[in-house]
């Protein structure tokens, strides 16, 4: 017997601290071999399709549902697979690296990959203000 | 009379020593085991010549043979004589411990040398006076032979064994060693001024003249009549026109003197005054221009933009958008208006980084025999009439303009949408003649890219960036991790690595 909070998840995929809404909680059980990556749970309640994240209180996790079941008898046989990001938060938050690719701090020095260009090109032309407005015969002789 | 043999610890795995006996060389006075575990001994050959032979399955590069003997008192003295041994079979490296072999020397109890010994590098032929060869077996074979000098038998003695060592093979050329890191990180700037200009020329030689319109009629009169000169100058002079050295056009106001003087030639006084040149070289000022940045990106640098800058009477010229984007570019020319040679400046704040020549003088010739020369010598290269006077600067190299990949992904090495690069010509050579009738400003002609960056790119896909970060909880927003190690999550390895591969593709702080 394990808790599930259950949640309806709003955030990207990526996004790694997730704007959840709590649903309940509620008590289940594994259907066969407990899978802490991709449990599949037994829980009695009726279906919502509200109902798309999940936290296991024993495991630590959180899970995106990837299959709803609607068991006979009021059962639902919930399947998960694990958020690690959202899971492994504050432990990801307080890691450091090196970022290449950042919407909000860049440096757009740096050769950029995914900048696309036009086909027509710019010409643009500059002219000094100064030339050769002039001109001079010149004459040479032996003295 | 014995000769007595020591043969050391070996540590090749494999090879062999096999120690014969001259007395007999059937005989074999010691063999090691396969492992080549020799033990430690005294062995005892009953001649004063011994030979041992060094076989391994597996090439060694080389050998060192130790000789002490004992008997001589050497103590810790040793005498290794190494030698470079060819990857291969049916090669024999062949010490020879003849007198004048070997340059080791031992000394007995009382100080005296008693055996010298010089080192054979070079291959030999194994020698043996009346003894069968061995048969080389597999690996490298090496066969040594001894002959104990001036040894009394009673101290005689010698003990030999050998350290096989497996080199690098290739390290007879060295090895690796780290190195780098230790850059002076000094860039110099030394600003590159504008020369000086030349002190000598041909003014004392050369007479220069600036004619006015009214002076060329006037001087084809003293040419080619005989209204200036008369029959008796022209007899002592000869033919005027044969002291002209040169006449033509030059695009600059000349330096003259406040007045003119009396036009001379061959020392003769024609009748006129003409302004004379002071100086045969100057210096003429394009002025400067600043060239903005126009995306204030990597998008204003090559190779993405591409600039060409014109120079009167020299042409196109490609330039580096690093040295001119965002600086302030001053033209300077100098000019030797004898010849026509000049050379431009191109001056990036206060530093030269360009430098290149043309002709800036527009020839006159004043004889029908001096034009076609001009013309069909250039022909005759070129074929053209129309192209000749390209030739009067000197070359004919055009100056080339580059246009970017427009229309594909910049940056993208490989990317599907990737144009072949266009070479485009902005035109020729502009020396002499042509320059006359060309462009007299330098300008720039800017080739620059025209982004396609879609509304809220950053937010769905980030901006090129490269920096650490402490942690990425500082962060916000779309972030691609390029490089991190992950520790102090207590999750399984393969949440790691999927915590690892998300960083990496890109996530949402």
Known sequence: MVHLTLYKNLSERIKVDKNIQTLGTIEGTFRGQADVLEPTLVIKGEFTNQCNYFYVQEFGRYYYVTRTIIIANGLLELHGAVDVLMSWKAGIEANGGIVGRQSTQYNLYLQDPLIHAYQNAMVGTLEFPEGFTTESYILATLA | MYTCLKVNDFNVGGAQIIVYDNYNPYRVAYQSDDDFSIRAGVYHVRSQTFQFVFVSPAPIPYVDIYLQSPYLSIENELHSITIPIPNGTGYYAVMDFQRDRMSTTIKNQSGGVKWFASLETTLQALEFSDEPEPTPQSGVVVTAIATPIQIPESSQGVVVWCNAKML?????????????????????????????????????????????????????????????????????????????????????????????????????????????????????????????????????????????????????????????????????????????????????????????????????????????????????????????????????????????????????????????????????????????????????????????????????????????????????????????????????????????RLLKEGVIF
Request: charged share 10%.
């Open chain 2, 168 to 500: 690098n093979p290739y390290g007879l050329g060295g090895n690796s060693e780290p190195g780098g890191g230790d850059g002076q990180f000094v860039n110099p700037t030394d600003p590159i001024q504008l020369p000086a200009l030349p002190t000598h020329g041909v003014t004392d030689f050369i007479k220069l003249w600036n004619p006015s319109s009214a002076d060329m009629v006037r001087l084809t009169e003293l040419l080619f009549t005989g209204n200036v000169f008369t029959q008796a100058v022209r007899d002592l002079i000869g033919q005027p026109i044969d002291y002209i050295v040169s006449l033509g056009i030059v695009p600059v106001p000349l330096s003259i003197g406040s007045v003119s003087t009396p036009f001379v030639l061959a020392h003769q006084s024609a009748g006129f005054n003409m302004y004379g040149v002071a100086q045969q070289y100057m210096r003429w000022s394009c002025g400067s221009v600043k060239v903005p940045p126009y995306w204030n990106s990597f998008l204003d640098f090559e190779p993405h933009t591409s600039i060409q800058l014109y120079l009167p009477f020299i042409g196109f010229r490609d330039v580096l958008p690093s040295d001119i984007v965002g600086k302030t570019v001053t033209i300077t020319y100098h000019l030797d208006v004898f010849t026509g040679s000049c050379v431009a400046y191109v001056s990036n704040e206060d530093t030269i980084l360009y430098q290149h020549n043309g002709t800036c003088l527009s020839p006159i010739p004043f004889g029908a025999e001096q034009m076609q020369n001009l013309v069909s010598g250039f022909t005759g290269l070129l074929g053209s009439a129309a192209t000749a006077a390209a030739v009067l600067t000197g070359g004919f190299g055009a100056g080339i303009a580059k246009s970017i990949l427009a229309g594909s992904v910049i940056g993208a090495a490989s990317s599907a949408l990737s144009l072949p690069e266009h070479k485009t010509q902005h035109g020729g050579n502009a020396g002499s003649t042509v320059g006359l009738l060309s462009s007299r400003k330098p300008y720039f002609v800017l080739n620059r890219p025209r982004q396609a960056v879609a509304s809220s790119q950053g937010i769905y896909s980030g901006f090129a960036t490269w920096y650490t970060v402490e942690s990425f909880g500082q962060l916000d927003g779309y972030t691609q991790v390029a490089e991190c190690h992950l520790h102090d999550i207590p999750a399984t390895d393969w949440e790691l690595q999927e915590i690892e």
